[in-house]
């Protein structure tokens, strides 16, 4: 992990019990966490309160101390106001690494993007410049790139057109080239949902196609383009896999997303 000064750091923190199920929530449970950094130099500990996620976001403005190395995070579950015995970890993140201590950074705002949406990007950098470029990418294909004028500004937000070629994730990359020829950079994922309430899909089942009940006809209806795929099985088929033997959408977009992530998630 690494920070940037004078940029926001975001990691999770999750609450599982021993055998991995998430932490349920309950009066007085909450994750307390401790940041400070090599110098001494220490914010006021946070506690959040635990959903029924077990997850919780700790976001903050790193340090601009420019001689700060790295940022150690220490989070503590509490049950009923009482710390858990054995519930600490730890996590640290140094600085990320700049010969002249120029920075970019990119976030998003848009939580779930979704197809024929668009997604809200920022862009913030520590030193005025005229312009930086972004290219995003999915699939190992160029999807779209652009020129983001600065406009004499340190932060700036612009908007981008989800399409379907980004799904089930894309990443875009932000960056500009100093006067020196050093490139400032940085990266996101983002997974595209490509579902829409707008695109309601049934199925109706004919099963006197030919009069002798020996076949069945499935009739689909949906939005124009759509793309609609079946599968079907026996019964006696279905019996000869153990239960779970089949994948769904949410797992093959949480495999695709696995190659390349940014943020660490601390159990406790």
Do not use: C, W
């Not at 992990?1 to 909450?30: C, E, H, L, Q, W």
């Not at 124009?224 to 795929?229: E, I, K, L, R, W």
């Not at 079907?232 to 495999?255: C, D, E, I, K, Y």
């Amino acid at each position: 992990m690494v920070f940037k000064p004078r940029m926001f750091f975001t990691t999770y923190v999750s609450a599982a019990n021993a055998d991995g199920t998430k932490y349920p929530p309950g009066p007085g449970r909450f994750i307390r966490i401790y940041t400070d950094t090599d110098l001494g130099q220490s914010q006021a500990p946070v506690d959040y309160m635990i959903d029924s996620s077990g997850i919780v976001q700790h976001r903050f403005l790193a340090p601009a101390d420019l001689t700060v190395r790295f940022i150690r995070l220490r989070a503590e579950l509490y049950d009923r106001n009482i710390k858990v015995q054995g519930s600490e970890d730890e996590q640290r993140a140094i600085r990320y690494l700049s010969p002249s201590n120029s920075y970019l950074q990119v976030t998003s705002s848009t939580e779930t993007p979704r197809v024929g949406d668009f997604m809200l990007f920022r862009v913030n950098i520590t030193q005025y410049v005229d312009f930086v470029y972004y290219h995003i990418t999915s699939a190992g294909k160029l999807i779209f790139t652009n020129i983001l004028p600065m406009d004499g500004a340190r932060q700036k937000t612009f908007d981008v057109g989800i399409s379907r070629e980004m799904a089930p994730s894309a990443h875009i990359l932000v960056y500009y080239i100093r006067y020196d020829g050093e490139i400032v950079a940085d990266s996101m994922n983002f997974h595209i949902n490509t579902s829409s309430v707008t695109n309601q899909i049934n199925i109706t089942i004919n099963r006197r196609k030919d009069f002798t009940g020996n076949t069945i006809e499935v009739l689909s209806y949906a939005s124009p383009q759509s793309y609609v795929a079946f599968a079907a099985l026996g019964l006696v088929q279905t019996r000869l896999f153990p239960p779970g033997n089949h994948f769904s959408s949410v797992m093959v977009n949480f495999f695709s997303s696995s190659f390349s992530s940014k943020k660490k998630m601390i159990k406790i």
